[in-house]
């Protein structure tokens, strides 16, 4: 598919329309749009995306969802995907001169490979818009030529009806008014309808009757939200005994839906809403007229086999356009009525009979009771990975337990991506990923795997991997000279990896990639056995301090300063404590963490990128010196602080700007770092010299302990200023204070240097550098902290590390107010330097 004639019609000059860049990954499901054009003759544009261009027809008349009329539709330029967002005038003498309004948009799906159909000269698909819903079809008419001529028409389903796509206009268009005129087919426009037919609809039953027929069943108001699902534990062989029922283990996502009000949302199994990105499971689930519910499942693509699994990702990044499915397995709320403690055996069976026959998208997952073995082989003939056996006499726990058993027949398991070797020869990207598994309180490489993937999936892997470092994050107990030039990095992403086996040096044999699995965290590896935290669905929607209070800190017991024995708990308890006073430091800003998985005394790591697992914690997309975009960390409230704790961060340093104005420096930051024969008092002489020197400029500065070696001094701006005459201001009165007192001061970073002086360091005020937020932690023994404090105290002040974990919450609680009182209302900014200049 090419672009080249949509370029060549077009003066991207002189019309607003977007000209082709290079193609990139749509990261999407596959989209249409229909575009009302009022060009020199009025018509709809109608396209489908199919790979990296929107495949594009003009339609005279319009979609009918009336099936006995056919369309015209004349195959015409393909456009770029981001067209689907064009509207507005195209120039009059310009090709398509005229006005351009989205009439509808959407995803589509299709059974089977879109191309092949379209070279066929029959596609059949199904658009999942506002307006235009259900099945389709689009048949060519004629020989291939230079204008290519096919009808398209309304599939006989369920949304099928008299309507066509005047009728749906609405306030689509601002057009001409004789072309309004025209549109309307001589019908009053404050008549017309302005959404699709709804499909036909089931009749509405009330099912709470018979769920509370089933034992254990009682009344309860199901308030919606995330739920935690039940979770299956690995077996080498298929349970034996009549009380155990044998499930297909479905190759997908997991997916939990919540209905309130009969309007479902889904959820991933890490408590990922996606339901903007399904509508057609959430139109189907919406068909069972349900007031409430709670339903499980497993999202699919195809038949649900191991082979599918590919397909259903390509379909969510929108390199595919396969049709989806929810298989349902379970049943925990229906109708106002709780049955989640009734045997699995009767919830399956109240499900069966809510789905009687399921409407499009939706299937239920049968069972084999009892025989075990049998399922296990049909499993096999069919293609699927195995199975999950399930106790048909037990009520539904969350979390990982015995009474769910997944048996598989291949070889497969998910791991983490600790390193990655170099690309040799034409290879692009990386080599190899290196993969390890969970081991006590760290990790242990388990082996490398270099096959199973794709160019662009490399680049990708590449990008998110970074330039990573030479120490391993892993332990490594094998002699593999390769592993020297490797690059490490932290475990967040997890993949999913078919091997043959484990050699005696306890490597993966063979290891190939079955999926990147973006829905699951490196955490979810560590400790299968872990009951996951209490869901927010357990009563009222919670606010951001439960939901804090919420989060389970695992391990709690681990030493994380190993010469103070302080532990994690002692960690999480700090900062619970702290809360209310380093949120105002770090709150909206973008973030820059210090983690220490293996606790202070072993290596840590900075993190500045949004990761896995995130659920709390927001981002902001900011571009890199690079050039690229990457999601940044943003924490906005408690929860989100906590379950940084939780993903093992120690230190935290925020930017000196807001998220939601990046480019504008709002504080700087001038750290003292002395060298290692200058005493104290200097130090603290230096501190006052600084506070002295930035007076004199009509500059009001705060004092803080850096849980280092030496202080800062903050300087507030307000307004804001651009950051590159920040950048030159704080270097400009580095170099000052250092050619005034060269004997006490230097602007050089060289610790050769350094002797007997203090470093002015001025390089944290440039756009992208952090310092360490007042209250955070410091990954050094001791466990100190960066201490905000009157400039009264300074002469009290005995060393940069006097306050730490131990003695710091005792302080705050005996102040009256907050040290740096007063800073968030100082007015004061650099605009003097312009005045100057």
Known sequence: MSLVDYRRKREFSKTREPAPGRAAAHGKRAIFVVQLHHASRRHYDFRLQVGNVLKSWAVPKGPSYDPAVKRMAVEVE????????????????????????RFDQGYWSTEGDAEAQLAKGHLRFELFGDKLKGGWHLVRSGKPGRQVQWLLFKDRDGHAGTLEADDLLGDVTKAPAEDVKRAGAGKPAKARKTSAPPAKARRKRDWSKRALQLPGAKKARFRGGFFAPQLARLGDAPPQGPEWLHELKWDGYRLLVAVVDGKARLYSRNALDWTPKLPEIVAAVEALKLDSAALDGELIAGRGTKDDFNLLQATLAGEKNASLSLVLFDLLHLDGVDVSAAPLAARKALLEAVLGTPPPHLAYSSHIAGEGERAWQLAREQGFEGIVSKRADRAHHTGRSPEWRKTKHVLADEFAVVGYTAPKGSRVGIGALLLAAPEGRGWRYVGRMGSGFGDALLLQLAKRLGEGRREP?????????ELRRARWVAPEIVVEAFYRGIGGNGLLRQASLKAVRSDKSASDLRDSDRAPARAASEGRAMNATEAADDIAITHPERVVFPEDGIRKQDIADYYRAMARWLLPEIAGRPLSIVRCPQGAGRPCFFQKHHGAGMRHVDSVRLREESGEQEDYL?????????????????????WGAKADAPELADRLVFDLDPGPDVPWKEVVAAARTVRARLAELHLESWLRTSGGKGLHVVVPLRPACPWEQAKAFAHGFADALAASEPLKFLATASKRLR??????DYLRNGRGATSVASFSLRARPGAPVAMPLRWEELGRLKSAAQFTLRNAPARMRRLRAHPWEGIDKVKQDLSWLDARS
């Open 755 to 760: 002797k007997g002086r203090i470093f002015v």
């Open 78 to 101: 393909d456009h770029p995907l981001a067209y689907a967002g064009f509207e507005g005038e195209i120039p009059k003498g310009q090709y398509g001169g005229g006005h351009v309004a």
């Open 473 to 481: 994050t892993a332990r490594v107990d094998v002699p593999d000279p």
């Open 634 to 654: 943003v924490v906005r409230d408690e929860a989100a602080l906590m379950e940084l704790v939780q993903f093992n961060a120690l230190e935290f340093h925020p």
